[in-house]
């Protein structure tokens, strides 16, 4: 019937126009499922080092994905000192101390 009002040639193109719909709503559908991973999303759990020390408040400033944030803990902290991101809070990061890793001799004594 198709054929009637088109050529061959016109259904071909719009069977393979509808395929290119149909596969560019299916990636957009898993695209919008997806959770962001970029952005803050993707600070708590990452390591920082601290690269001022902490103010009477224990506000400090700290080297984060190559960025320096202002960091917030419960423990002052020096410059140099390893810690972890727990949460974020507007442009402040709650952090919290890495302990320094010893490095072993070897020896089990």
Do not use: C
């Not at 390591?47 to 400090?60: I, N, P």
């Not at 944030?69 to 810690?83: F, M, S, Y």
């Amino acid at each position: 019937m198709l054929l009637v009002y088109f050529s061959s040639q016109a259904v071909w193109a719009f069977t393979l126009l509808g395929l290119v719909l149909l596969l560019a709503l299916v990636i957009a559908i898993q695209a919008h499922r997806h959770r962001a991973q970029g952005g803050n999303e993707e600070l708590p759990g990452m390591l920082g080092e601290v690269t001022e020390a902490s103010d009477t408040r224990g506000r400090a400033w700290a080297l984060v994905r190559g960025e320096i944030w202002q960091v917030h803990a419960a423990e002052p902290l020096q410059p140099g000192e390893t810690v972890r991101v727990l949460r974020v809070r507007g442009l402040v990061l709650g952090v919290e101390r890495v302990p320094a890793h010893k490095p072993s001799t070897g020896d089990p004594s």
